[in-house]
T-cell receptor
Framework: GIQVEQSPPDLILQEGANSTLRCNFSDSVNNLQWFHQNPWGQLINLFYIPSGTKQNGRLSATTVATERYSLLYISSSQTTDSGVYFC????????????FGQGTELSVKP | DGGITQSPKYLFRKEGQNVTLSCEQNLNHDAMYWYRQDPGQGLRLIYYSQIVNDFQKGDIAEGYSVSREKKESFPLTVTSAQKNPTAFYLCASQGSSSYEQYFGPGTRLTVT
């Protein structure tokens, strides 16, 4: 089956710093989502981005589908950015099985 | 408010007992999903349903059962056959016009 690898597994930042999280996947995908899991366990949708680039405030994401990777950029990090960031992919657009990576645990220190 | 609700938030059971986790959505979404998360791990798919009265096994369906009698509801039963049931269980849904899955707040199940 499709493999999803995220790096780094852990990241500690000082407030205000920038970071880049990476997601590599082993097959062509039609669905790729980035999520943030907050300390209470809630998964929050960040981006649906099977290809191209999107930006939302301090966050942006780029997926290079032909090279099978996606990057999540966090700029001017805040303590509220702490948590686990997951990349998830699917071979189909809809109704299929999202395959999750192991996540990147981000800790932003004040 | 539109969204996905899961109840209860925390659930404690004795080994050997079946337990049912609730998932309800009022988003009018066709597809619904159950995932399991173990500490420090990503999510793994248990069951999913694309339409009422139909569902498919995910990657780790053994020891679990589901039903989809109504569009808005997708309960998950953790049976006594599930060898390691203690975990965080997350329900998700997906609308027919959206490629994004949206998640409920989760239920933490502890079996002793």
């Amino acid at each position: 089956g499709i493999q999803v690898e995220q790096s780094p597994p852990d990241l500690i930042l000082q407030e205000g710093a920038n970071s880049t999280l990476r997601c590599n996947f082993s097959d062509s995908v039609n669905n790729l989502q980035w999520f943030h899991q907050n300390p209470w366990g809630q998964l929050i949708n960040l981006f649906y981005i099977p290809s191209g680039t999107k930006q939302n405030g301090r966050l942006s994401a780029t997926t290079v589908a032909t090279e099978r990777y996606s990057l999540l950029y966090i700029s001017s990090s805040q303590t509220t950015d702490s948590g686990v960031y997951f990349c998830a992919v699917d071979l189909v657009f809809w109704g299929g099985k999202l395959i999750f990576g192991q996540g990147t645990e981000l800790s932003v220190k004040p | 408010d539109g969204g996905i609700t899961q109840s209860p938030k925390y659930l404690f059971r004795k080994e050997g007992q079946n337990v049912t986790l609730s998932c309800e959505q009022n988003l009018n979404h066709d597809a619904m999903y159950w995932y399991r998360q173990d500490p420090g791990q990503g999510l793994r798919l248990i069951y999913y349903s694309q339409i009422v009265n139909d569902f498919q096994k995910g990657d780790i369906a053994e020891g679990y059962s589901v039903s989809r009698e109504k569009k808005e509801s997708f309960p998950l039963t953790v049976t006594s056959a599930q060898k390691n049931p203690t975990a965080f269980y997350l329900c998700a849904s997906q609308g027919s016009s959206s490629y994004e899955q949206y998640f409920g707040p989760g239920t933490r199940l502890t079996v002793t």
